[in-house]
């Protein structure tokens, strides 16, 4: 999966739209990530202790992977993800600036 956990990318659908924020989470087998902030949805907590109170908090759902777009550190342009392998190693590079990332 190109997009990893610690990336920025741009979300191009939805209701976040527009904005970009940090990866939080990568779910390669769901093809989905989790993105800080974004496509927040309501999740009821149940207490955890006898006496102490449910409570609504705004959790996080994971996004298709589809509808973010990586943001290469390197230019800070939205970006598609290529590979270069160098030896044993695969790297990541921008297909912008074709830096690796
Ligand atoms: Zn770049």
Redesign the pocket.
Known sequence: MKVKKGDNVLIIAGKDKGRTAKVIKALPKELKVLVEGINLKKKHVRPKREGEKGQVVDLPAALDISNVKIV??????A?RIGYKTEGENKNRV??????A?
């Open positions: 290469c550190p390197k230019c800070g342009k970006t921008c297909k912008k600036c074709k830096q990332i």
